[in-house]
């Protein structure tokens, strides 16, 4: 890596970029601040420990499956007419997303540290069911935090981590609420270990989580040399925190010929709307008030990417025009999630579906040898009922 | 550093050894100030005057339920500067700190709000969210330097020596001890920890302490008095009896008598 690269971490506090308009860094009461500068250590220590970073990979094999495959969406091409479009199958990980592999990793680390107990925060319930999957498999105690209504509309993930061992705390909200109450569980329990299911929140999070994901980019560099020759020209995935796209996208920053799209809802797009402020530990573009003291919600059928604001790596690279970022409707969304189905036989997650309506926009036109990208990095079982209600109101 | 918060600790103690927080605003602009006005003619010597946020990240449920009440009535930052200004009008003596978190302090921006809390007679402020490791925390020190008023530090259960050590080198008016791990109002703080953290920092330097959390009751307050700290501060309590009692008509009055019991056991 070079002084100049986009892949160098953050700096020592947790900023991304330089002077004031750095984004990242540590916005947390004392309390917890001792904690995060452990955290950040034993992270430093962990990821030079080959018998630890060996452990993950065989984990990450064995017990996750990876790596997930690069399939290549034939029928799906074909209809766009355009463009070749890989899906990065990262629903097929166990526990049926991308969350897991941070879970993992998370616990592990927790696990070297010594830690007893876990807290977790999540919206679409996958990071719960992720992280307390793997919590029964090394035998640590979970408490996850999800806000009331995404506990209604995603109650799979809700029931398969009770059959785990976990337990719920149950808030009333979403994930924003989630998020904000899991750092007051924290602060009344700092000896617990804080597995944060997104590249969001207080340094070191968003590196940690970075570092973590970051296996998905790698894995799409070997695939796509290996069944393509080349590699991918543009990578598309669904931002909310933005965990599985800075997973996808972290290996290729460099490489700007890359073309890099990520997509948030359009009723929480708080990059394209959203302006910078300081909220949940980090600074980082948000929709909020003016005066900076009410986050604003809108809501999306896609509870893992309805969230106010977005990781703060995400807004460095927005800000560098390293990366575009747009957003995507409901009803564009399960317009993607009906072609999907219906050409490739895949019932997706509705976060993915939100780059997948961005694929449809891009592939069109585009040559046979421009290869499309898309992270598909959940599935949609916890989203089904979602998705009845709205056949036959918002689609067929 | 803020010369009146000087003054208040200039004697062995402080006219009472009561620090009391409310939530500015709270439930309305004018029943808060004649709250405050209250509780300063109770015995009072220094008020936090909390502004709301709504992802507060260390506020338990009396607090975030007062703070969503003031968000609600759509009353701002700028509305609780203005509070302050009426108190200081009111009052010369009594130290007045805003509270509160930095997502509001940011878009003010800074060196505003700065100015306009010096200008309405604040002594100081404290962020929660905003420890020495952030940018916004340095840029708000040193403005607050400059105008003579003072930045104040927490210390926490969790902060070992040399965190200790550089936060105290870098406060002004008093440190702030909180005595447990917890959002505010939930669990109560014993006085045997309480003494040993208050030990620690009296062990590296002569700054005053107040020590908060976990302080319920006039009892709980003179327990945790005894403790060596200058001050003690008492938040949830208050804000719940406001919360309680929201539609009474004697509220301040009432509030003042509150204030009294507890004052009359921190002289």
């Known amino acids: 890596m070079t002084k100049n690269s986009l892949k160098n971490g953050p700096d020592e506090l947790g900023y991304y970029g330089e002077g004031e308009s750095a984004m990242g860094g540590m916005a947390v009461g004392e309390t917890l601040m001792p904690a995060l500068h452990e955290l950040n250590l034993a992270f430093e220590d962990a990821i030079k420990d080959k018998a630890f970073l060996d452990e993950f990979a065989y984990y990450c094999k064995h017990y996750i499956g990876r790596p997930s495959p690069l399939y290549y969406a034939e029928n799906l091409s074909n209809k766009l007419g355009g463009a070749k479009i890989l899906f990065k199958q990262e629903h097929l990980n166990h526990t049926g997303s991308h969350k897991i592999t941070n879970s993992l990793f998370q616990v592990l680390l927790a696990k070297r540290m010594g830690k007893k107990n876990l807290i977790c925060e999540s919206g679409a319930g996958q990071h719960y069911s992720a992280t307390a999957a793997v919590a029964a498999k090394f035998g640590i105690p979970l408490i996850g935090v999800m806000g009331e209504v995404d506990i209604k509309r995603v109650n799979q993930n809700i029931i398969k981590a009770k059959h785990y061992g976990a337990k719920l705390k149950a808030v009333p909200g979403t994930l924003k609420e989630a998020i904000t109450d899991a750092i007051k569980t924290w602060i009344t329990n700092p000896d617990y270990y804080y597995v944060c299911g997104s590249a969001v929140s207080s340094f070191p999070f968003p590196k940690i989580v970075q570092f973590a994901q970051s296996i998905i980019g790698r894995e799409i560099r070997e695939q796509c040399l290996e069944q393509e020759k080349k590699l991918p020209n543009m990578i598309i995935g669904c931002v909310g925190g933005g965990s599985n796209f800075i997973g996808s996208i972290h290996e290729f920053l460099d490489e700007t010929s890359i073309k890099k799209i990520g997509v948030e809802a359009a009723e929480t797009a708080a990059l394209t709307h959203g302006t910078p402020n300081i909220m949940q530990g980090m600074k980082s573009y948000m929709l909020a008030s003016s005066d900076g003291s009410k986050s604003l919600g809108g809501s999306s059928l896609g509870a893992g990417i309805q969230y106010f604001g977005v990781g703060p790596q995400h807004s460095y690279l927005k800000d560098q025009g390293a990366v575009t970022y747009t957003s995507a409707t409901d009803k564009e969304i399960l317009n993607a999630y009906k072609v999907v189905a219906q050409s490739e036989g895949i019932s997706s997650a509705l976060e993915p579906m939100a780059a997948a309506a961005e694929v449809l926009k891009q592939a069109k036109g585009k040559p046979k040898d421009f290869i499309i990208v898309l992270s598909l990095c959940g599935r949609g079982e916890k989203d089904l009922d979602t998705i009845e209600e709205h056949m036959g109101k918002d689609f067929e | ?267």
């Open chain 2, 1 to 267: 550093m803020s010369e009146r918060l000087n003054k208040i600790f200039s004697k062995k103690t402080p006219k009472t050894k009561l620090v009391a927080y409310f939530v500015g605003c709270y439930p309305t602009f004018q029943i808060s100030l004649d709250v405050i006005k209250e509780a300063i003619d109770n015995g009072v010597s220094i008020l936090e005057v909390g502004f709301a946020t709504s992802e507060a990240s260390a506020e338990g449920k009396i607090i975030k339920t007062a703070h969503d009440h003031v968000l609600n009535n759509n009353d701002t930052l700028l509305d609780v500067i203005k509070l302050v200004k009426e108190i200081r009008n009111y009052n010369q003596d009594v130290g007045i700190i805003l509270m509160g978190y930095i997502a509001n302090l940011y878009k003010h921006p800074i060196p505003k709000f700065v100015e306009e809390i010096t200008e309405a007679g604040a002594d100081g402020c404290l962020v929660v969210d905003a420890p020495h490791e952030l940018k916004e925390e340095n840029i708000l020190r040193n403005e607050l330097n400059n105008k003579g008023l003072s930045l104040i530090k927490l210390v926490a259960p969790t902060t070992n020596e040399t965190r200790l050590k550089e936060i105290i080198k870098i406060s002004s008016g008093f440190l702030y001890q909180v005595n447990l791990s917890g959002v505010t109002g939930e669990k109560s703080a014993h006085q045997g920890d309480v003494n040993a953290l208050i030990k620690n920092i009296r062990a590296i330097t002569s700054l005053p302490v107040c020590s908060g959390f976990g302080i319920k009751t006039p009892s709980d307050a003179k327990d945790i008095a005894k403790t060596g700290c200058d001050a003690i501060v008492v938040g949830s309590t208050f804000v719940k009896y406001i919360q309680d009692n929201i539609d009474d008509k004697k509220l301040p009055q009432n509030v003042g008598k509150l204030i009294k019991s507890f004052t009359n056991e921190l002289k």
